[in-house]
């Protein structure tokens, strides 16, 4: 069984209290098949018959973060690290997440850093912290400065950074049809906030400049 596979078990059994009350599967997919009579379509013709189905099935997988602590994911951490006192960065980070305004694909990458203090997390736990706030409605703003603030506050980093690079579909595919724009929006707390050396390191190992 897959984590999100575990996830979802978990809140349909009532182990994992949603943030918002759920309508029921079936009240969903009469959602999409409403939504497929607006669009001018015949939700009983055989190619959209289980199209309500496969799209809740899809959403299920798409806004899994809802379903995910980022707490509990980064609890387990490791002292044993030889007094290691020099960053750790995760980058180029591939992340899909939802424009909270039209719900349309949020595509981009993730580089997320921290300067440990006395303790350090498995990696792949970065990962999954990324694609837990990643994973819901989001606006990029809000989403960069959660992951941020979730290492802050569960590792006590001396400092955390995290920059987040990508292209909204709601302005890509709608609107002012600009493509090839990406939006780039950044957090800096401790010491990547306030010593410029850290923030100049942080930004040469992502290959960018401070």
Not at 23 to 34: D, I
Not at 110 to 122: I, L, T
Not at 132 to 146: D, F, P, S, V, W
């Amino acid at each position: 069984m897959t984590p999100y596979d575990q996830a979802l078990a978990d809140s349909e059994a009532g182990t994992v209290t949603p943030a918002h009350p759920r309508p029921t599967r079936e009240q969903a997919e009469r959602a999409v098949r409403t939504l497929i009579e607006f669009v001018g379509e015949n939700p009983d013709r055989e190619g959209l018959q289980d199209t309500p189905k496969r799209v809740v099935k899809s959403y299920e997988e798409l806004f899994s973060g809802y379903l995910y602590d980022p707490a509990e994911i980064l609890a387990r951490t490791f002292e044993e690290v030889e007094e290691y006192d020099e960053i750790v960065l995760l980058r180029d980070v591939r992340f899909e997440s939802f424009c909270e305004h039209h719900m349309l694909p949020i595509i981009g990458t993730a580089h997320v850093a921290y300067f440990p203090n006395d303790r350090v997390v498995g990696i792949s736990k970065l990962a999954r912290v990324i694609d837990a706030y990643a994973r819901r409605m989001q606006i990029q703003e809000r989403l960069t400065a959660q992951i941020a603030q979730a290492i802050e506050t569960v590792l006590e980093p001396r400092g955390v950074a995290v920059v987040i690079e990508s292209e909204h579909h709601c302005m890509s595919t709608r609107g002012v049809h600009k493509h090839g724009v990406s939006m780039v929006t950044t957090r800096m707390l401790g010491c990547f906030k306030e010593d410029p050396d850290r923030r100049r390191e942080f930004y040469q190992l992502i290959g960018k400049s401070s």
